[in-house]
Each structure stands twice: as structure tokens, then as C-alpha cells.
T-cell receptor
Framework: DTAVSQTPKYLVTQMGNDKSIKCEQN?????MYWYKQDSKKFLKIMFS???????INETVPNRFSPKSPDKAHLNLHINSLELGDSAVYFC??????????????FGPGTRLTVL | AQKVTQAQTEISVVEKEDVTLDCVYE???????LFWYKQPPSGELVFLIR??????QNEISGRYSWNFQKSTSSFNFTITASQVVDSAVYFC????????????FGSGTKLNVKP
């Protein structure tokens, strides 16, 4: 049973299009994340939601809009796609522990290619 | 300044050699967590270990071992008798008491194990 799943796995699209990536976790976690991994493998955090509330919003173009309909889902919508948006996007989830922190578990990634 | 530094960009070894991946971190918090993740060529991010700042005991798991030294702010990862399947990019990460929600990832070390 997949713990953190993302759809689609691959996404090829033209510049200027709008696309969405979906993420779901069945771990009962309350915090979810979006990361972007560029061609040099650098992992950059984009957003985080805790119980549907935005808690981390890094410097990301406002063409990127996350949406969390419930704490098991965090979707990423991208408007007016640009060539530089080509990357692998990872979703992750984590259970917030009161006295510390738990591990982030990652989805399989979505490889976005903008032509 | 980088909170997590993985100075080794790429390492190549021959199968059965031992290899150590370095991780140096920077934090002013007394409570923090350190992590290692593995990203094989298939692309997923796999959690390997979590260590909290109060536990300096070294950890061994099969051929993997981790050396946590607060005095040098390092959390190094050693693979004993490396195998081709160990070929991957390995990431070290830090989360701090100031904001456990946010993970700081190093830039990764690519390990190539040749037969």
C-alpha cells in the first residue's frame, strides 16, 4: 500500500499551459510538503501545510498555488508554465509530534517537462 | 550560510570498498534532528535514519553506520563493503527546535559503486 502517492508520475506540457499535480498520503499525517528538485539534485522546499493551513511559503513565483482540501491531500497547481519549471516535484508528509519531530516521508516524485 | 553541508559532490568506489559520506551541520538550537535519505537512480527518496541531538550513540544497521559528533557538528554515514546497489545520491538533512516543520537538506553526495 502506497504511503505517499503522487499523480501523475510524468508530465510533459507546453510553455504557457496550466497544470496540476496531486498528492495523497494514507499515513494519518497532519503536515504535507511540496519540494522542487532541479537538475543538480538540489531539494528546495516550496510549501507546507499543517491541517490544511499554510505554514511554510518559501520564495516561489505566485504562478504556483498549493491547495489542501483536507489533511490527507495537498495539490499543486502551476499557471503559465515556463521552461524553468522543468524539474522533479516531490510531495512529502510528516506527523507533527508535540515534543519533537517525526520523519518526512516522500512520494515517488512527478517529473515535469516544459517544452 | 548553508545549514547542512555535504562537501563531497561525487564519490566513486569499487565494490567491497568502505566509503564514508560526510555531513556537517550548523545550528544554534540545542534540540535538533538529523536525517539521512537515499535517492537511487529510480528517483524516489528513501528515509534511512533519524537521530536527535541528545543521542550521540553511533548507530549500525547492517552494512550502514552513522557517526554523530556534536563536537564537530558532523553526522557522517559509512557504508561497509559497498555494493553496486548502494549507488545513489545521499542527502543529509536537519530540522531545528525553532521550526521542526522545516527540513534543511544538504546538496547531496552522489555515490558510484563500480563492480
Amino acid at each position: 500500500d502506497t504511503a505517499v502517492s503522487q499523480t501523475p508520475k510524468y508530465l510533459v506540457t507546453q510553455m504557457g499551459n496550466d497544470k496540476s499535480i496531486k498528492c495523497e498520503q494514507n499515513l494519518g499525517h497532519d503536515t504535507m510538503y511540496w519540494y522542487k528538485q532541479d537538475s543538480k539534485k538540489f531539494l528546495k522546499i516550496m510549501f507546507s501545510y499543517n491541517n490544511k493551513e499554510l505554514i511554510i511559503n518559501e520564495t516561489v513565483p505566485n504562478r504556483f498555488s498549493p491547495k489542501s482540501p483536507d489533511k490527507a491531500h495537498l495539490n499543486l497547481h502551476i499557471n503559465s508554465l515556463e521552461l524553468g519549471d522543468s524539474a522533479v516535484y516531490f510531495c512529502a508528509s510528516r506527523k507533527t509530534a508535540g515534543a519533537g519531530t517525526d520523519t518526512q516521508y516522500f512520494g515517488p516524485g512527478t517529473r515535469l517537462t516544459v517544452l | 550560510a548553508q545549514k547542512v553541508t555535504q562537501a563531497q559532490t561525487e564519490i566513486s568506489v569499487v565494490e567491497k570498498e568502505d566509503v564514508t559520506l560526510d555531513c556537517v551541520y550548523e545550528t544554534r538550537d540545542t534540540t535538533y534532528y538529523l536525517f539521512w535519505y537515499k535517492q537511487p537512480p529510480s528517483g524516489e527518496l528513501v528515509f534511512l535514519i533519524r537521530r536527535n541531538s541528545f543521542d550521540e550513540q553511533n548507530e549500525i544497521s547492517g552494512r550502514y553506520s552513522w557517526n554523530f559528533q556534536k563536537s564537530t557538528s558532523s553526522f557522517n554515514f559509512t557504508i561497509t563493503a559497498s555494493q553496486v546497489v548502494d549507488s545513489a545520491v545521499y542527502f543529509c538533512a536537519l530540522s531545528e527546535e525553532g521550526n521542526f516543520n522545516k527540513f534543511y537538506f544538504g546538496s547531496g553526495t552522489k555515490l558510484n559503486v563500480k563492480p
